[in-house]
């Protein structure tokens, strides 16, 4: 198979077909997300993954579910990347004979791996983005970071529609995600994480377990519609909420005492440190 391909297709934006290569977690909670979305209907979403027993739901649902690769690719013109970095090379070497620029369009969802690396593996003149959203993109409340080269700004509106539909998207430099990895995907297990410590908390002052997780999640889920509000800071909604001799300063200052800002910083630098090391 020569390096460059001899024919092009120019992608019907109005009728695509998506191929999610990697039915793990943040393959799967896309394929819902867009679903959902009434805008990509399951017909037109292929998945898969090497043991398609786990994707039963999906097929009852009317997906495309296989463990084909390459059919999967020749069937779709949206080609989004989601294994695991470890899994690229292998998936790269598997699917190229099958790519075409000018037909396809590839996202990738991949922790830590470049546009130039995807291109080099795959053609020079392959239009490639880089996506990053979260699990959240199961109920259409992601933030997905996105990244566009030369040649897929012309998918540009194709792409931030998919996203669109499954929470929000903000466009980024490619030098920051890595970063983006670490504050807009890893940290909702950290949000999550603080939640949970919440509920436990919430159980030693006396509420039964399913009421502190309820008011706990109606808590988080304020304090995000809060901050959505203009002018609104962190900073400036907890000060209307801390009184002087108060037990809400009292309860700040002992999480501070113990190390609760440091800790999450620390954790999103831990976690963006280690995202950037994870294909080589």
Avoid: W
């Amino acid at each position: 198979m020569p390096e460059q391909k001899l024919h092009y297709f120019k992608m019907n934006t109005m009728n695509h077909r998506i191929a999610i290569l990697g039915g793990g977690n943040i393959g799967t909670s896309l394929a819902k997300g867009l679903e959902k979305s009434k805008k990509f209907p399951a017909k037109d979403i292929f998945l898969t993954r090497r043991n398609i027993k786990s994707l039963d739901e999906f097929s009852t649902k009317g997906f495309h579910v296989t463990s084909d690769n390459k059919s999967a690719v020749e069937s779709c013109e949206v080609i989004v990347l989601a294994v695991l970095p470890q899994q690229l090379k292998a998936l790269l070497n598997e699917i190229k004979p099958y790519i075409y620029p000018g037909k396809h369009l590839v996202i990738s969802l991949v922790t830590g791996v470049t546009i130039e690396e995807i291109k080099k593996a795959l053609f020079e003149d392959i239009a490639v983005v880089r996506a990053m959203p979260n699990t959240a993109i199961a109920v259409s409340q992601s933030i997905s970071c996105l990244v566009f080269e030369p040649l897929s700004r012309p998918y540009q509106k194709l792409v931030e529609d998919m996203f669109e539909t499954v929470g929000t998207q903000i466009e980024i430099k490619e030098e920051l995600m890595t970063s983006a990895t670490a504050l807009g995907a890893c940290s909702i297990a950290f949000f999550l994480r603080a939640i949970r410590a919440a509920t436990q908390g919430g159980i030693e002052i006396g509420f039964h377990a399913s009421e502190a997780l309820e008011i706990a999640i109606q808590v988080a889920k304020g304090a995000a519609i809060l901050l959505e509000q203009p002018h609104s800071h962190p900073e400036n909604e907890i000060d209307k909420v801390t009184s002087p001799r108060g037990c809400t300063i009292a309860g700040l200052n002992e999480m501070e005492h113990r190390g609760f800002s440091s800790a999450l910083i620390m954790g999103i630098k831990t976690s963006a440190d280690k995202a950037g090391h994870l294909y080589e």
